[in-house]
């Protein structure tokens, strides 16, 4: 995959992982309690290793048992990704009538992506009903069965404004509010359903006045439920089963009965990843039976996907027993080559357990997916005994630790680190100054003014890229891609 092709799923990825972010926030701002039910869907960190997972919506309210899929849009329509010629990958295939889809606008500003403050938000339900009125677009691919956008026709504002009348046949707005002149607009509704009444404002380009679903949904309602998921642990139904076991140990009403029911599901649950979940909340909870299964997952013949995941499950406990089976399994050389070494790097760094101390041992491994794993989950809260650690390797015989230290200091980024630095620039080493001159310029120039490493660093800081413009992540990508054009 070229890298043009990368950084547009990356960004794609990006957009949902933002879209998701936000609807958690506007969820808990209107008294509902989310968590990801679909793991992942909250990230952008991209993972080779597919986990067959049960089809989810991707988020659950561990109070009132809603259920949410979202959908992040640079361009805000009623659309669903659809198979129609499979039905595991429907538009709206695993969904209940009262599971809802949250649509929700993510757009560009100076090269950051910002999401509308509230989603658009209709039940599954009201989608179905109406679904005789979406239309299909052309398949995403060439393959069989490939994916395709369903649409459901509405109207969405390009400029902000306010509602002046609505009625079953039209819709007269008038824009203004944004800077350029206010004027009035009427849109003919040709069976849609307006959403909004007289002296609605609405929000350009994130706003959606009519539809042919019936109406948006009001979650009002939803929150005067009352959800039991220790009852949910004998449904026939596995996605039901998986949230409730996911739910759970976020229900402090339930902590009596909660091992118990864990425990007793994971004896004669059919379904893996509902089983390998229940592990993994029982073990949050301190169950030994939930660690000792996922330890079985890990050491097993069993799915590869099963054990990634046991892997993602370890990161997210956070307790000194998932440190250890992390650190076991990035040394196992049975995954030697395996992303699996990766997953249990990235699951000791920042994004996981923050367990710093432990990455310094991968930062130059012979894997250099690895290393690069290690060396970006460093973050700029790395402890003082953390950063000393990595200034000492700048001295090292060994070039490939000496450069990956380097790269871990840059990736740090914090004062403390320029200090560290500072202070051991008197040893001499290259490799000091040199990382001196990646580092934030403004903190490095306050560090080293009035001293000889100034004269030193500052030629290096003219290639930072926080001070070239060609020294920029963007830029480089682009000058190597342009470079390669050469045939």
Known sequence: MGFKTDSSFLRFLTMGAIGVRQTMSWLRANGFEPIELERYCASNKIWMTKVKRLRLPDLLCVKTGLRLEVRAKSDLKIRMSDAPANPE?????????????ALIAVGEERGTLRPADDPVIFTVKALRKSV????????????????????WPAVVPNRAGVVKSASAAKLVVEFGGDGNPARSQTFT??????????????????????????????LRPYR????????????????????????????????????????????KEPEERVALEAAGSAAAMGSKLGQERIEATLKGDGRADLRMEAVLILSEL????????????????????????QAAVWGLGKKGLKSYSDLLQFIADADENVAMHAIVGLGDDASADVVEDLVRLLASEDV????????????????????????AAKNGSEWIVATLGRLPPDTVR?????????GRVEPLLLLNERTNWLSSEDRVMDLAFLDKQNI
């Open 89 to 101: 990958r429907t538009w709206d295939a695993g969904l209940r009538d009262d599971d809802v889809v």
């Open 189 to 218: 509704l040709n069976g849609r359903k307006p959403y909004v009444k007289p002296g609605d404002a609405f929000v350009a380009e994130a706003s959606i006045l009519a539809g042919t679903p019936d109406s948006l949904a009001d």
């Open 224 to 267: 005067s439920r009352s959800y039991d998921p220790i009852a949910d642990l004998k449904s026939a139904n596995a996605v039901d089963r998986y949230a409730a076991v996911k739910a759970i140990p976020y229900r402090q009403d339930l902590e009596k009965r909660a091992v118990a029911a864990l425990e007793a599901i994971l004896a």
């Open 400 to 423: 490939r630790k000496a450069a990956a230290a380097s790269q871990a200091l840059r990736q740090v980024g914090s004062a403390a680190a320029v200090g560290s630095l500072v202070r």
């Open 446 to 454: 306050k560090a080293v003014a009035g001293t000889d490493l100034a």
């Open 318 to 341: 956070g307790s000194s027993y998932s440190r250890r089976e992390l650190v076991r399994v990035a040394t196992d050389a049975r995954f030697k080559g395996n992303e699996i070494r």
């Open 132 to 151: 005789a009125t979406s239309k299909l677009g052309p398949p995403k691919s060439a393959s069989e069965g490939a994916e395709r956008d369903r649409t």
